[in-house]
């Protein structure tokens, strides 16, 4: 797989707002926030799309949720609500082909997320 500009903030080679790491993780500000918080939380492995999760990284993609959890937590919006959201593909709206999940907080998120989700 290339290099996604989010290799280059794993590696620091540009600049994020980043409000976690660990060994296996790195959280920060989407450039574009769809929300009054919308963090994005990647793993440092690049993996391209969900289509691509091997058996062996089913604990990774749940550490990416525990980690949505924490900073809830530590942020202060659990108890008020967020959402989680990973896109994959075209159709679900990726633009970034390594793994990363959204987390959107800080006011109440409408649902459906897009208009035409009732045509089929
Ligand atoms: P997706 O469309 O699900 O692939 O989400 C990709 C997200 O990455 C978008 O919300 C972008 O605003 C965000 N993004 C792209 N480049 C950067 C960057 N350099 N720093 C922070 N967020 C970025």
Known sequence: MSD???TKIINKEIPAD???ED?????????QPQAPVHLLIIPKKPIVTINDMDEEDKSLFG?????AKKIAAEMGFADDGYRVVMNCNEHGGQSVYHVHLHLL???????P???DTLKV
């Not at 060994?23 to 450039?31: G, H, P, Q, T, V």
């Not at 907080?105 to 649902?111: I, M, S, T």
């Open 4 to 6: 996604t500009i989010f």
């Open 18 to 20: 980043v409000v976690y």
């Open 23 to 31: 060994e296996i993780s790195l959280a920060f500000r989407d450039i």
């Open 63 to 67: 550490h990416l949720f525990f980690v």
């Open 105 to 111: 907080a800080g006011k109440p998120l409408g649902w």
């Open 113 to 115: 997320p897009y208009s």
